[in-house]
């Protein structure tokens, strides 16, 4: 397993060793101690998975607060997606700055999004089915959001000039600006 820093502190890509041979395939998709290791000490208490039926389906940005606040930790079983972290930390030195990655089951790749941060993605395949790990549950009262296109953060979504797929849900989030403090940064 390789762990790789991005651009922005936080958010990390996660390699998993893949082994194969003329029957399939073997990995080790989490490895607690081998995380542990590298700095992520984290402890899982759900798992969720979610299928997107059409390409260009976008979901976020989304986040909860504390003491529901989530670390992440994601990948995509079948299809492709473009994830996308956004840092809402008050006084980080990358606040409302995001990172985009493809993240597929072709790649083998995961990324983890600590809490602080706004999660979405945008599919890049028909049925593309994601699953992650989060370190609290899921607390209807604690949802937050921000505008999937806030056009402060600009984010480069690949959608092709097209409207995406929204829940209803996703399309009445905020802009960043409009957020009361919800995290700080702690360096």
């Known amino acids: 397993?390789?762990?790789?820093?991005?651009?922005?502190?936080?958010?990390?890509?996660?390699?998993?060793?893949?082994?194969?041979?003329?029957?399939?395939?073997?990995?080790?998709?989490?490895?607690?101690?081998?995380?542990?290791?590298?700095?992520?000490d984290l402890s899982f208490c759900q798992d969720n998975h979610s299928l997107s039926e059409r390409a260009g389906t976008l979901r976020g940005l989304h986040f909860?607060?504390?003491?529901?606040?989530?670390?992440?930790?994601?990948?995509?079983?079948?299809?492709?997606?473009y994830d996308v972290a956004v840092d809402i930390r008050v006084g980080s030195p990358d606040f409302g700055k995001w990172v985009g990655y493809e993240i597929s089951a072709k790649l083998w790749n995961q990324i983890f999004i600590p809490a602080?941060?706004?999660?979405?993605?945008?599919?890049?395949?028909?049925?593309?089915?994601?699953?992650?790990?989060?370190?609290?549950?899921?607390?209807p009262e604690s949802e937050r959001g921000i505008a999937w296109n806030d056009e402060e953060l600009a984010i480069d979504w690949p959608i092709e000039n097209r409207e995406p797929i929204l829940s209803e849900k996703d399309t009445n989030y905020p802009e960043l600006r409009s957020l009361p403090e919800f995290f700080q940064y702690e360096s």
């Open 64 to 81: 909860q607060i504390r003491p529901y606040a989530q670390d992440k930790l994601l990948r995509v079983a079948r299809g492709a997606i």
């Open 1 to 40: 397993m390789k762990i790789e820093a991005t651009d922005i502190d936080g958010v990390k890509i996660i390699w998993p060793d893949k082994f194969g041979d003329h029957r399939g395939f073997f990995s080790e998709t989490f490895n607690s101690e081998k995380l542990k290791s590298s700095g992520l």
């Open 116 to 139: 602080g941060f706004a999660h979405g993605f945008c599919t890049l395949e028909d049925y593309t089915e994601v699953m992650y790990k989060v370190t609290a549950p899921y607390s």
